[in-house]
């Protein structure tokens, strides 16, 4: 690639000035160009000369022009280049601060996930410990020990392991269900319109339905994950895309029977008492007077 002053011939341009200017000094006897007046140039005996130092000066007067406005050019490309330059590097910047947001909340969400067994299993433990002094004080321990250390055990550590599982679950209703669709993708569409924007795995559950999409179980990193989602669901219905979207908490078989009863009961009141607004919250059923 030729260097900024073989592209503008800058070494050129200038020894030919500098001949010029000796030659015209030397023309006209004098030492040097300040010295140069009107009435010396006019008593050039020659004005053949003239004529030709006069065209030599417009000829270096346009290359000077010319060089002028390629250097004009040539910064123009350098500025934009730099401004270029510039935007990649706040880019790079702004990633670089999400990336270290990215890791602090990653760090804060390992924390809340130690935390949470450690008291999950610290709770289930002191239940084993009353369940074992209860045994101890009722005078059956020989009869029970061996249901103590085996079935009670084994359902606190099955029960650990569920109540941990479905709380790291999210599920989704009322999402529309395509052939072929990328389900992790739509999910993700989902959460992000809440702000949110976890790793994912999700799939449909229950069997098809020309009527209705099937709802979608979804599996986060951690429960505290899940709950800040949870929070911020109800933002949904304000969105034109997923206004008919809700989300729900993963339940056990149990806590969907009674959650299926909550929401009977809550119809049936609704046609009873319309001048109330009657919710669910809680495992209960509570109510609001209606503002007029």
């Known amino acids: 690639m030729p260097t900024v002053a073989e592209r ?3 070494e050129k341009v200038e020894s030919d000035g500098q001949n010029f200017l000796l030659d015209t000094v030397k023309l006209c006897k004098v030492n040097c160009v300040q010295e140069l007046t009107p009435e010396i140039v006019n008593k050039i ?4 000369d003239l004529n030709v130092k006069f065209l030599q000066a417009m000829q270096l007067i346009e290359r000077q022009h010319n060089m002028i406005i390629n250097q004009r050019v040539h910064m123009s490309q350098h500025q934009s280049r730099m401004i270029e330059l510039q935007d990649q590097v ?7 601060l999400t990336a270290n947001e990215g890791l602090s909340k990653a760090r804060k969400v390992s924390e809340d996930f130690k935390t949470e067994i450690v008291n999950t299993f610290q709770k289930e433990v002191s239940s084993v410990k009353q369940s074992f002094s209860d045994v101890v004080k009722s005078g059956s321990l020989k009869t029970s020990a061996a249901t103590i250390s085996t079935e009670s055990i084994k359902s606190v550590a099955k029960q650990i392991a569920l109540e941990e599982e479905l709380g790291r679950n999210i599920m989704v209703f ?5 052939q072929n669709e990328d389900i992790c993708t739509k999910v993700s569409d989902v959460l992000e319109s809440l702000g949110e924007k976890p790793r994912v795995e999700a799939c449909r559950i229950g069997k098809k339905s020309p009527t209705a999409p099937r709802p979608v179980k979804v599996s986060l ?3 505290s994950i899940v709950q800040q989602i949870l929070k911020s669901s109800s933002k949904l219905s304000g969105t034109e895309k997923f206004k008919r979207v809700f989300l729900a908490p993963d339940r056990t078989a149990e806590e ?6 909550l929401v009977l009961e809550l119809k049936r009141r609704a046609e009873v008492e319309k001048d109330k607004k009657l919710f669910i919250r809680g495992g209960k059923i509570c109510s609001l007077e209606r503002q007029k």
Not at 174 to 178: D, I, T, V
Not at 256 to 261: D, L, N, Q, T, V
């Open 8 to 10: 503008f011939n800058f």
């Open 45 to 48: 005996g020659n004005k053949g």
């Open 90 to 96: 706040i880019s790079l910047q702004e990633r670089l």
């Open 174 to 178: 009322g999402l529309c269900e395509e």
């Open 221 to 223: 990193s951690s429960s």
């Open 256 to 261: 969907r029977a009674h959650r299926k009863e």
